[in-house]
């Protein structure tokens, strides 16, 4: 710790010559005013507060240095005449804990001058510092008990040059220092650290030097180094990868601790070669590595203490985050609802998407079976989370498997892509369309209670229960249950459709608790004026063992009311549309989506007991005549279905 006590201190600029200028007149100049009022890189209201000591010349010309300050036009010409040496000397009171920045502007005239300046107590003491500048010895200092060490090597100054040279100093009596040399427009130098001197003799040179903005200020002692500016900026989203980032302070600083600063993405991972280092203007550190980033978020840690400014103090943490975002967003779901639509009614597509800056929107385009050109395009956009688009099917479209063959989707940085897709939809004539394989319901009695059976004979199916009235009856609710052996099969999901002029309804499915191989669902709507033509329950099953007959789901269709029935009036169905069917047309032996000549061979290899018809092929298919029976019958009608002929 200093002592609170004022020193005064003295600053000599000194220049020996055997040399008088010609045609300038020795004088003695001196202009009142104190060096440690003026400010770096501002203009002082009297450019020369300095007292002139001895018989020298001391010479006032207008050559301003080009470093500023802006407005002072006036700098000082020292020269040496044969009495005396040539001295520019100013006292100044400073507190013993003070920094202190010594600045000046030099330009050596002709190469042969040693300029010094010299920063001390004089109060009898000796300690301080001594600095000499000429072009064959560089920059030198007097250090410890008077060693003279070069700072920066002669191959840094050139005659004819200007020269900015600071010192910063903490106190004079103990202590290190560091000082800086600048050339116009040219590299600045910052030293290590300097001893300060117990010894200032007096060098001896010849030459002459011009001085300018000399100036002698304090600086604050608790000063730390901040960042003026940061690349890329804090939360910035960038569309291409950097290769480096940098943080600028806002005064010079040193290396002092670069192991610590490290780049890391969102997992705390870093990538390879990570090094930092300090750019040429002592101000900026370059954080480099090898590699590229890859999209997501970034953080730059700077760590306490990894520079320190030219008084000593060292910078607090420096952490920031960018974000690097390069591609387009990626699906990761695409759903379909409902999976089967009567032409005229809509389908609704949402895609879930995922990108490190956010999904902006897109689009899908539909494609028609067998068809190699887009039927349509639906804009995607974000809600709650997901895109999502509805399609009204048009009503002269052609019934079978559809599908959303693309999807484009673009992201808040226009980043875009498109993605081949084949999530694929039924489209009936209406809900008992005859072009879609029907099971016909049994009812049971005079009970309205229709049951069936679906076969699993692959490890996952979907199906689809479709519900019909009679013409002008309307559907309010619908209750049903799904049984099978709960560990030969498991129900993934169940959806529902409603079909009508207010199609929307509610539907629930859950599992009996008390027997686990039950699936009990549910639907319709609450308002009983209100009612709906029909349903379309979706069922998605897992077979688990496929090895016995139990990989059967029974179905049961148990409660069905009707619009405005007050007192409970069952649901009148149509028992030859009420049906569970598949995702098959009607003929398609071969499931390849058309029928063709070659499924009414097939089906009637299978008549005739030449062949068995492939898995997962379900009989149903080619039972056209809807009699549980497969014979030449349904084979001649599959023959007509591919020629398009009427059926017998």
Request: aromatic share 6%; charged share 15%; hydrophobic share 40%.
């Amino acid at each position: 710790m200093y002592k609170k006590l004022i020193y005064p201190l003295v600053l000599l600029l000194v220049l020996f010559s055997a040399t008088v200028v010609q045609g300038q007149t020795p004088e003695e100049l001196i202009i009142d005013g104190g060096f440690e009022a003026g400010i770096v890189e501002e203009a002082p209201p009297n450019p020369w507060a300095v007292e002139v000591t001895d018989t020298n010349t001391v010479t006032i010309v207008g050559s301003q240095s080009p470093f500023g300050p802006s407005g002072h036009q006036q700098s000082a010409q020292i020269v040496k005449n044969v009495a005396g040496d040539a001295i520019l000397k100013q006292l100044v009171s400073f507190d013993g804990s003070d920094y202190l920045l010594m600045s000046c502007d030099i330009m050596l005239v002709t190469g042969a001058e040693t300029f010094s300046i010299r920063l001390g107590d004089i109060l009898g003491e000796t300690n301080g510092i001594s600095l000499t500048l000429s072009t064959t010895g560089g920059l030198k200092a007097l250090e410890g008990i008077g060693t003279e060490r070069v700072i920066f090597a002669a191959s840094n100054v050139t005659a004819g040059k200007w020269y900015r040279l600071q010192a910063i100093i903490p106190g004079i009596s103990v202590g290190t220092y560091r000082v800086t040399l600048e050339e116009y427009e040219g590299a600045r130098l910052v030293s290590d650290s300097i001893n300060v001197t117990t010894a200032i003799p007096s060098p001896g040179s010849t030459g002459s030097a011009t001085v300018d903005n000399v100036s002698l200020v304090t600086l604050d002692p608790t000063k730390v180094p901040v960042i003026e500016s940061k690349t890329p900026v804090s939360d910035a989203v960038l569309t291409a990868a950097p290769t480096s980032v940098t943080v600028t302070f806002d005064e010079d600083v040193v290396a002092k601790a670069l192991e610590g600063i490290t780049i890391m993405d969102a997992g705390g991972n870093s990538p390879s070669g990570v090094t930092a280092g300090l750019e040429a203007d002592n101000k900026t550190v370059k954080i480099t590595w090898t590699g590229g980033l890859t999209d997501g978020i970034y953080t730059v840690i700077i760590p306490q203490g990894a520079f320190e400014n030219l008084v000593g103090n060292g910078n607090a943490q420096i952490v920031w985050s960018f974000t690097v975002d390069t591609t387009a967003p990626t699906i990761t779901s695409v759903t379909i609802e409902p999976q089967v639509v009567v032409r005229g009614k809509n389908i609704t597509i949402k895609v879930a998407a995922q990108d490190a800056t956010g999904v902006s929107g897109g689009s899908a385009a539909i494609f028609a079976p067998g068809g190699e050109i887009a039927t349509a395009t639906v804009a995607l956009t974000l809600t709650e989370g997901l895109l999502s688009g509805v399609w009204i099917v048009p009503g002269d479209s052609g019934a079978g498997t559809w599908k959303v063959g693309s999807i484009t989707l673009t992201d808040t940085l226009e980043n875009s892509n498109v993605y081949t897709r084949n999530d694929t939809f039924e489209v009936v004539e209406s809900a008992s369309s005859a072009i879609i394989a029907q099971r016909v319901p049994v009812k049971e009695g005079d009970a309205e209670v229709y049951s069936d059976k679906i076969s699993l004979v692959s490890e996952t199916k979907t199906f689809h229960i479709i519900v019909d009235g009679v013409a002008g009856d309307k559907l309010n609710t619908i209750g049903g249950k799904l049984i099978f052996d709960s560990t030969k099969i498991r129900i993934d999901a169940m959806t529902s459709g409603f079909e009508g002029t207010v199609h929307e309804g509610t539907f629930f499915y859950n599992v009996d608790e008390k027997n686990p191989g039950t699936v009990i669902f549910g639907g319709g709507r609450t308002e009983k004026t209100d009612g709906i033509t029909g349903a379309i329950i979706t069922v998605t099953a897992t077979a688990l063992d496929t090895s016995s007959d139990s990989s059967n789901i029974g179905l049961e269709i148990t409660q069905a009311i009707a619009a405005g029935a007050e007192d409970g009036i069952p649901f009148i169905f149509d028992t030859v549309k009420g049906a569970v069917i598949e995702n098959y047309l009607l003929g398609d032996a071969d499931h390849n989506g058309v029928v063709r000549p070659s499924d009414a061979v097939e089906t009637l290899r299978f008549a005739l007991g030449i062949s068995v018809l492939g898995d997962p092929f379900d009989p149903v298919v080619a039972d056209v005549d809807n009699n549980f029976q497969i014979t030449t019958s349904d084979a001649m009608n599959v023959l007509r279905m591919s020629l398009g002929l009427e059926l017998n």
